[in-house]
């Protein structure tokens, strides 16, 4: 029996087809990859020929073996983790302060959105400058109220607080935007009911607006989350993962496997960016889950 699709279903493919290639190529394909690169020996020459012998799970053993493992795993979940926090709180005061309206707020609003559109390469040396041990604007500031100069980049003391310092700087705006959205969303006859109740400010932010915001404000730490897990960029142009591997994070740490070592180890590079990919799905999957018990 032949099923003959109408015109309506053949532009339908036509509007999906683009999608579904995109999705193919620049997704299922290099994670496929990925995921055979972990599974196999590769050396530069296998590499080149495609002839690398087949190795299961050796690479990822390889990396749970690795002294660097707990060090790189520790840095990860704070760097994360405080970046998460901080993002969340800086935005949700920031979107608080500008969903009342006053003159200038919108280009206040606009000037917050700077960090968030600059290339991650004009961030990361900007606060490689501002955190310059001897001519940093930081260090110049400290010295103004009498304290002594910090080697922000250089010492395994302050190098993972110094990134992710920079990543809090890069995401406030992200998170303003989203958490000022929902903000707006929230129907201003709910807190008009609340005052002639009685409700207090602070009574109406714990009882109206932060339950209201739930939803929003679990979708933005959602993405925040998968975002940071996969920062790169701010930490290999801040310290390179140092110095002596105090800010090298699951990130940083795969790309020094697999091509920053003269005798690169392609199989255990590509292992640690599996473990970042299963980590990203895991709390996507919690969140869905949570999200779909939320819904009556």
């Known amino acids: 029996m032949r099923v003959r699709l109408g ?9 999906l087809a683009p999608v579904v290639v995109y999705l193919v ?3 299922a394909y290099p ?23 087949f190795a299961g799970f050796d690479n990822y053993l ?35 302060f500008f969903v009342r309206n006053f003159p200038l707020s919108a280009t206040l609003r606009a000037l917050f959105l700077v960090p968030w559109l600059l290339p991650l ?3 990361a040396s900007t606060w490689t400058w501002l955190l310059n041990s001897e001519s940093g604007v930081v260090n110049a ?6 304290l002594g100069p910090v080697n922000w980049l250089t010492s395994p003391d302050w190098s993972l607080w110094s990134v992710t310092i920079a990543n809090i700087w890069i995401g ?10 929902g903000l707006q969303a929230i129907p201003a006859s709910v807190y008009e009911a609340a005052a002639l109740d009685g409700a207090n400010r602070r009574q109406r932010f714990w009882r109206i607006t932060f339950p209201l915001l739930r939803p929003v404000s679990a979708i933005t ?32 740490w795969s790309y020094r496997l697999g091509f920053g070592n003269l005798v690169p180890s392609f199989g255990p590079g590509a292992a640690v960016g599996n473990l970042l990919i299963v980590a990203a799905l895991v709390f996507g999957l919690v969140y869905v889950r949570t999200l779909h018990r939320r819904v009556p």
């Open 7 to 15: 015109s309506g279903q053949w532009a339908a493919w036509a509007f």
């Open 25 to 27: 190529v620049f997704y």
């Open 31 to 53: 994670l496929y990859r990925n995921v055979e690169l972990s599974l196999r020996n590769y050396t530069v020459r296998s590499f080149v020929r495609g002839d690398a012998p």
């Open 62 to 96: 390889k990396v749970f073996d690795d002294p660097a493992f707990g060090p790189a795993l520790w840095h990860t979940v704070v760097f994360t983790v405080v970046s998460l926090v901080f993002q969340f709180t800086i935005g949700l005061a920031l979107a608080l």
């Open 121 to 123: 390469i004009v961030s």
């Open 141 to 146: 500031a400290l010295g103004v109220v009498g």
């Open 172 to 181: 406030v705006p992200f998170n303003l935007v989203v958490l000022y959205s």
């Open 221 to 252: 730490l959602l993405l925040g989350l998968v975002y940071t897990l996969k920062v790169f960029d701010i930490i290999w142009i801040m310290t390179r993962g140092g110095p002596s591997g105090s800010s090298t994070t699951f990130a940083t």
